[in-house]
DNA sequence: CTGAAAGCGCTTACAG
DNA sequence: CTGAAAGCGCTTACAG
């Protein structure tokens, strides 16, 4: 009986309540009321079994107890490009909100493709979860639909698709880019172009498109630069080929902080412009770098802390009578010095 | 009977493997087998499982099936300070190369505090993972023994307290340090100084001692600015304050890119030296803003691709006969245009 | 290849 | 307040 691979000497086991139970010299039904919260035990037996418990080093097995209890304590994030600044700022919140809920977080890590999705929530079936979190990504309606027949909360973030049962949380992107069209309108820009990915979410085609038309309205047309990822690279790209033109925009909304990082990076440093006075660049987001000394940017700020807020609360407490599960949070516009001031 | 927080109307209950047996007219033993890779089942069976398990909706209970098995696939992840770009980099390629070995991840934020990496370490005994990696913060000894003793692989990462049983992965830190001062004597920068953040990590602390004692051995002592958290706002403070003085550096190395991202805005953004003829700055971490054009920083890759391998092979294989769990990885150096070439 | 049976570690009515 | 008992949904020898 050889472990060749086995670097630990020591068996391996758990305490289980059985032996705390046999130690304490009470029987398994007071270990388990030890261990819940308001069931009726005795100062008395508590302190033995909590007194047994430590000395055999016992920890509740929570896969046993979320067998019998209907909740099993853990919740599902679902999402890509965790490395992201807004997304890992996301996830921050959202997993220290969960666990001050007393919560527990799985990460699938889902990448773009929609299979993955698919394979993420089927894992959050394979758990248990109590709630799933979609931030990224559009699951499958079947795959959805079954997370939702098993009882489990399902929230999508910032999704177009809205399955019944399903709660959505959303950023009002059509105020804050119309907000951005009229900033730079009022402010005496002209010449207004938009900067986005190839990547068509929801929020950013919201963007997009709130932008153009609200220039329209205005009687301004927009140039419209779409390419790459969403990312700082896609920016500084498109930044350049817009001021390469023959008639190069005076301000460019940037779909997302990433990529007007991008953009004020070509504009200041390869073509030497000043920024407001040359040209103005809004953001969304607003990243930590948007705050920077070298970018100053002016941007709509996520309402990352009130996203995280709610949707533990709705986790816990659920939908309320007549309420509506849906929700839309504004984002807040941050002033910086990216975009000139009025005339 | 009303269930007035009750948004959901179905009665959600998940198929068990009973059901799925029933309907496809075989014993719950053959389920099992079905979902049980290399087990002995006919294929005319497991086709009738299959159909049954489809039609019922059925996926596996893995709280169950951990209860049975010696392993729940479960992976936790001990970390504080997810939003930050180097962390939030590791988590994406760590939760990654969990889930493509068949994993899956539970993240534990930690935050600073001591204690609430204790509290994480109890969650992960209370869901017995099968392993937990410790990105951040310092186990208590006790707790950490307890990892150990239930059979979890521990993995710590750039800790400096080495429990017999854990597995400690670190960055070469010493010598990444000991080549910033290289470096820039080389090169020709002649008063040295240091910027780092009042955390004392084993890491932080080791960049800052070798880069110190590397100069003094080439007979240059290093200003050593130490203050606020491992943050951009610290460096940007560090720099302003010492470009400020009447003996300003004329190189810093930076023990994080973040930091170094500040240092550089007060360098070229506030006294307008021009970099690297005027002011040289080396970073470490390799963080994207590192390669923004607004910074170009010369710096030190963290090698987090092959940390997140490493620690998902030997979660999985365990530790060879004879191999020691340890292991430092070298960081590598990304030139950029923050150092002079050479004189 | 297949089924009946024991058992993983817990919780929760049910009686007392 | 307390214990004996049933049961959550699975896996795994054990016989066939």
Redesign the interface.
Known sequence: MEH?????A?P???ASAQEVARLAGVSRSAVSRAFTPGASISEDTRAKVEAAAAAL?Y??????R??MRQK?GIVCLVVA?????YL??L??HL??AF?EAGK??????A?RAARNVEDAL??T????ADATIVLSGTPYRSIAQ?C????Q?LVLLNRADQLP?TINLAVDNARAARTAATLFLRAGYRRLALVTSAVGTPSLTARRDHFVAAAGENGVAVEVWQGGATA?ESG?EGGTELLARSEPPDAVFAVTDLLA?GVL??A???FGRRVPEEIGVIGFDDI??AG????DLTTFAQPVEDIAGWTVRIVA?????GEE?SRVFEAPLVWRSSVARRG
């Not at 060749?4 to 630990?8: A, D, I, S, V």
């Not at 490009?81 to 600044?85: L, N, R, S, V, Y």
């Open positions: 060749p691979k086995e670097g630990l020591r391996a086991t758990f080093g920890h509740v097995n929570h896969l046993a979320g067998l099993t490009d965790i490395h992201t600044p890992s700022r996830l921050d997993s220290r666990q527990v977080v799985m990460v699938l890590n990448g089927r894992q079936l394979n758990y248990r079954s939702l027949d098993s009882g909360r049962g700082y500084l990082c990076d070509a200041r440093r390869r930590e770098q920077w000394v070298s970018y407490d659920g939908v309320e009578e599960g």
